[in-house]
């Protein structure tokens, strides 16, 4: 069995990547890929952990990345002055890669200062949380929003982290959803992937929320966008992964075999106490 999309703790996972690397033993792996956000720190303690455990463990990264809509080849007027946001993820790269440290460097400052706006904004709202409640381990670095969610928790505000999501409020509360990070153009994205040796996958691609109003399905607007990323060097697409149905996944890879693009699965594991539900290994609803 094959899980190419997993989070540990070196991102907005709860787990090491030991710890990772052992439950998918447990869970009947053979080969898994660490894909952190925005970053490579948690690749070389699951590389041995790889080793001693006797499974292959590929080297990965999770860019949050974006584009303008008019920038698609073919695409509806609608799409003009769009921005669309997708994941882009990157496997056997060189995590020596200059270029690729100074980007992640970079993206690393600028969540940096995402967080601290987003922090004084729960504040504002009545939601005492600080920036040590972000922190899930002692050295942590890194804090994304599923980080905010386990914040939200640890001080009584909601009781799971999926409310964080409610419509309307926390994560989804207006003020808090005008603050963003700045993402790289998602050909940059799979430059800079390709440039350190790796391979550009899209990521969860029925998660990518097109211009409304276009009349199309879905399926119609990934053609075209996939039309375009293969142009800028894309090699494949997660086709099942773990809130794709059966249907979703037929589709997504007979659109991706059309193209000569790679077909991945994965889970999207963050930790247990994320989703009780989702484990390493899910795949499909």
Not at 56 to 61: E, H, N, R, T
Not at 124 to 144: N, V
Request: aromatic share 8%; proline share 4%; hydrophobic share 35%.
């Amino acid at each position: 069995m094959i899980d190419m999309h997993l989070h540990t703790y070196y991102s907005d996972g709860t787990l090491s990547p030991t710890e990772v690397v052992q439950r998918a033993v447990d869970r009947g792996m053979k080969i898994l890929a660490i894909t952190d956000h925005d970053g490579f720190d948690g690749v070389s303690e699951a590389l041995d952990a790889g080793k001693r455990l006797g499974v292959l463990v590929i080297p990965g990264i999770e860019f949050s990345a974006n584009m303008h809509g008019e920038e698609m080849n073919e695409a509806p007027q609608s799409y003009v002055g769009d921005i669309i946001n997708m994941h882009i993820l990157g496997y056997e790269i060189d995590t020596q890669n200059a270029q690729l440290s100074e980007a992640v460097e970079k993206i690393r400052r600028q969540r940096k200062e995402r967080n601290e706006k987003l922090l004084a904004e729960f504040n504002r709202l009545g939601y005492g949380i600080s920036e040590e409640d972000l922190r899930q381990r002692t050295g942590q670095e890194y804090a994304g929003k599923p980080n905010f969610a386990l914040a939200l928790v640890k001080r009584g505000y909601i009781k799971t982290t999926r409310e964080a999501s409610t419509p309307g409020h926390f994560l989804r509360h207006p003020n808090v959803r005008r603050i963003h990070r700045e993402k790289i153009h998602v050909r940059q994205a799979i430059s800079l992937i390709n440039d350190a040796g790796g391979y550009a996958v899209l990521a969860h691609p029925m998660k990518i929320r097109f211009p409304e109003s276009t009349g199309a399905d879905v399926f119609e607007q990934l053609e075209l966008l996939l039309d375009q990323l293969k142009e800028w060097g894309l090699a494949g697409m997660e086709c099942y992964y773990s809130t794709h149905t059966a249907e979703d996944a037929a589709r997504l890879a007979e659109m991706a075999e059309s193209r000569g693009l790679l077909i991945t699965s994965g889970s999207d594991f963050h930790g247990p106490d994320f989703d009780p539900g989702l484990d390493i290994g899910v795949t499909k609803k």
